[in-house]
Nanobody
Framework: QVQLVESGGGLVQAGDSLRLSCTAS????????MGWFRQAPGKEREFVAG????????YYGSSVSGRFTISRKNNQKTIDLQMNNLEPEDTAVYYC?????????????????WGQGTQVTVSS
C-alpha cells in the first residue's frame, strides 16, 4: 500500500505559475504509476497528467498539455506538477493518485490509491 499527501495549492492570478507536490509513504513507490487528477465543483474528476514508474513516460490531458509538467523523484518518494500560465478554468481540487498497473490510463476508477486533495484557485 501507499499513502499520498498533496501540497502546494493556493490562490493565484491568471498567468501565474504554481507547483504541486505529492509525497508518498509506504513501500515500493518506484513500482507505481502516478497521476494527477482534478475536480471542479459540479464536474467529473478529470485526468491532468500521469507518469510511469520509471519516469520515462509522461501523459497529459488535452486542456493542460504544453502548460503543465509532471515529474517524479523515486528516491524521495515524490511527484510534482509544475503548472504554468494558469487559467481560471484550472480552478479545482487537485488529487494525486497511484496504481500498480503499468498504465492505468485516464479513468480515475482504475487508480487504487488517492490523496486528500489540494485546492487550486485561479482568479481572472
Amino acid at each position: 500500500q501507499v499513502q499520498l499527501v498533496e501540497s502546494g495549492g493556493g490562490l493565484v492570478q491568471a498567468g501565474d505559475s504554481l507547483r504541486l507536490s505529492c509525497t508518498a509513504s509506504g513501500r515500493a513507490f518506484g513500482s507505481y504509476f502516478m497521476g494527477w487528477f482534478r475536480q471542479a465543483p459540479g464536474k467529473e474528476r478529470e485526468f491532468v497528467a500521469g507518469i510511469s514508474s520509471t519516469g520515462r513516460s509522461t501523459y497529459y490531458g488535452s486542456s493542460v498539455s504544453g502548460r503543465f509538467t509532471i515529474s517524479r523523484k523515486n528516491n524521495q518518494k515524490t511527484i510534482d506538477l509544475q503548472m504554468n500560465n494558469l487559467e481560471p478554468e484550472d480552478t479545482a481540487v487537485y488529487y494525486c493518485a497511484a496504481d500498480l498497473q503499468v498504465f492505468p490510463g485516464r479513468d480515475p476508477t482504475k487508480y487504487d490509491y488517492w490523496g486528500q486533495g489540494t485546492q487550486v484557485t485561479v482568479s481572472s
